[in-house]
């Protein structure tokens, strides 16, 4: 009998987890040590991909009613814009980002876990566990000091950059931590205007400036520090905030009335490994980023996505456990790793010193900006709609001249269509036109497809689309056997490829 899964910390990425296996029936403990919920919002922004996800769990509604649509990214440089980013240009049934405080995001992610049949226990702490073959045994700790020892089938670490779970497995980073100490302040600014839908990125030569409206008249301003506020970062005054915005920002700007200062230290990793036997790591927990993409949050709900699918196929017995679980991994560190990639790149082209190489530069830029297929590919970029798993261990067959994604490409949702992965098991979809093969696919495994067809992509050809919205496999028509072949190789037992 299944013991369920045990998930550690209850933030987005944790209680995000949690729903998504709840949905699934699978039994899910959330424990998170804290005695409520911080209320803090260092997190803004959920982005373009992550609200396509939360899709599946029917959240758009009440994520619009509690956010701001953000419709452009401007990158400026002092008072000259270099260019634009609009997610208008975006394929998805969300072409915006939204603005939504992390406590927000929190309250409405754990309203639904509780729809769902699932809570969060509070004051409850993960003290100890043993990794064992057949189960995970951990110890818990309860606010009065009671302490109980519960047996689970895998345990996730969602605890956070400082991850209890991490440290006590020995994970080590893939590279070298990056320290790194940053900025935020909420307050007012006079001589500054900016659209409530539209947020504004500094290049400057000393390091990166963000300025993003909030409601109410006020601003957050977020800034990397490069080591000005000393050894240990603390609490900053108004006057260094002011400082910073008069330096990287576009001048003419009067900073007052703070509602929060806050400074803190990153140490910027990338853990080798996401998984331990029957432990899991996502979120800050597996890889911890700069906050200059504001991708954090939102990186750990897609891991939460991604591992919530897998679990649950594992847990009803129909999949292959080791090859499933192992693709977390190489899918999530692929993707974080890219990102640190990216970010550093973004990084040297902001802070370019040479006054000569920034003229080019913003040229350049100018240039990259006018084109429209650069200008698409930077939103995409930005909104995390072109994360993808080119090498994932769970890609099927390519057909070379197939027009349409690849396999471990995003398939881009349609508003006719529900959401893939949506409903109370997770099944591929099958993009296909009717006939014989194909309903004849469908019987054979109806525990495993979506029972209706999605429009197919290109004629002549059945794509194969996972529970979380990429490509599994495509073939033609006349090849459908490889469709067939694939479903196949992670179905651990045929008496369950019927029912599901």
């Not at 995001?105 to 876990?113: A, D, V």
């Not at 190489?330 to 010193?353: G, I």
Request: charged letters at 20%.
């Amino acid at each position: 009998m299944s013991r369920g899964i045990l998930v550690v910390g209850a933030g987005p990425v944790g209680v995000s987890l949690a729903m998504g296996l709840r949905r699934y029936g699978v039994p899910v403990r959330v424990v998170e040590k804290a005695l409520a919920p911080s209320g803090q919002s260092r997190a803004l922004f959920l982005w373009t991909r992550t609200l396509e996800l939360l899709d599946a769990d029917n959240l758009g509604a009440a994520l619009l009613a509690a956010g701001r649509r953000i419709e452009a990214v401007n990158v400026l440089a002092g008072s000259k814009r270099i260019g634009r980013v609009e997610f208008s240009e975006i394929d998805s049934t969300h072409p915006y980002a939204l603005m939504l405080p992390q406590a927000e995001t929190e309250r409405i992610l754990t309203e639904q876990l509780g729809r769902l049949g699932g809570r969060v226990e509070f004051g409850t702490e993960l003290t100890n566990f043993i990794n064992a073959p057949d189960c995970v045994t951990a110890t818990l700790r309860h606010a009065d000091g009671n302490e109980e020892t519960f047996e689970a089938d895998y345990l996730v670490g969602c605890d956070g950059g400082a991850s209890f779970v991490r440290k006590q497995l020995g994970l080590s980073s893939s590279g070298p931590a990056q320290q790194s100490d940053w900025l935020l302040a909420d307050v007012r600014l006079d001589g500054f205007a900016s659209l409530p839908s539209e947020l504004n990125s500094f290049w400057h030569e000393d390091g990166f400036l963000g300025i993003f409206p909030l409601p109410s008249g006020y601003y957050r301003v977020i800034a990397d520090l490069h080591g000005i506020l000393g050894e240990r970062p603390e609490t900053p005054e108004l006057a260094q905030v002011q400082a910073l915005v008069e330096q990287r920002g576009p001048g003419g700007i009067t900073v007052s009335d703070p509602i929060w200062l806050s400074a803190f230290r990153i140490h910027e990793r990338n853990t080798s490994s996401y998984r331990a036997g029957r432990m899991f790591l996502a979120g800050d927990a597996a890889h911890l980023h700069n906050p200059v993409g504001a991708q954090g949050l939102n990186m750990g709900i897609h891991d939460a996505v991604n591992l919530a699918w897998k679990l649950a196929m594992v847990h009803r017995g129909v999949a292959n456990a080791e090859t499933l679980l192992e693709s977390y991994t190489a899918e999530r560190h692929a993707v974080a790793e890219a990102l640190v990639t990216n970010l550093d790149r973004a990084a040297t082209v902001a802070m370019l010193k040479n006054p000569t190489v920034q003229i080019a530069r913003n040229l350049l830029g100018n240039v990259f900006f006018g084109l429209k297929p650069a200008r698409k590919a930077m939103a995409e970029s930005v909104a995390e709609v072109s994360h993808s798993y080119p090498h994932s261990p769970l890609n099927g067959t390519e057909w070379v001249g197939i027009p349409g994604p690849a396999p471990g490409e995003r398939l881009p949702p349609r508003p006719d269509e529900p959401p893939m992965g949506a409903g109370d098991s997770p099944r591929f979809a099958l993009f296909a036109a009717s006939s014989p093969a194909v309903r004849e696919l469908q019987l054979q495994f109806a525990g495993l497809l979506e029972p209706h067809l999605r429009p197919q992509i290109s004629p002549g050809t059945v794509w194969l689309g996972r529970p979380d919205g990429y490509v599994a496999t495509v073939a033609l028509e006349e090849n459908i056997r490889q469709i067939e072949d694939y479903l196949r190789a992670y179905v651990s037992d045929s008496a369950s490829l019927a029912v599901m």
